[in-house]
Structures are given as C-alpha cells and as structure tokens.
C-alpha cells in the first residue's frame, strides 16, 4: 500500500510512503517510474485526498 502526502506546489512533489520507504514523485501521469528516494526533513505533512485525476502508475503491489 502507497501513502501519498503533498510536498510541494511549484514544481509539484508529491511524498510516497511504502514498505520499501519515503519517495520523492513528480505530481504527474507516470511519475512513479521518475521516483527518488527522499532524503530530508518535513514537517506536518498533508495526506493527499485527492490525486485530481492524476494516475502516478504506480503498480498494484505498490512497489515498482
């Protein structure tokens, strides 16, 4: 299971939470393929609720 979390606005990040640990990901139609791990700090982030028909490709088992 993914857990998405916004990050930032401009350019849009999204956070990606799995089993495997913390992703940055490109708020974009196929951005799971374009993923990084995400080394940082962040504070008080947002669950997202809604992709706005954004699909991230991201595949069924979650991982990829």
Do not use: C
């Not at 990040?13 to 992703?23: C, D, K, L």
């Not at 374009?34 to 595949?59: K, M, Q, Y």
């Amino acid at each position: 299971m993914v857990t998405l979390y916004e990050y930032t606005r401009r350019p849009r990040y999204w956070v990606a939470h799995n089993e495997e640990g913390y992703w940055l990901v490109p708020a974009r139609n196929g951005g799971w393929e374009e993923r990084v791990p995400f080394v940082g700090h962040a504070v008080a982030l947002r669950p997202l609720d809604d992709l706005e028909g954004i699909d991230l490709g991201i595949p069924a088992d979650g991982k990829g």
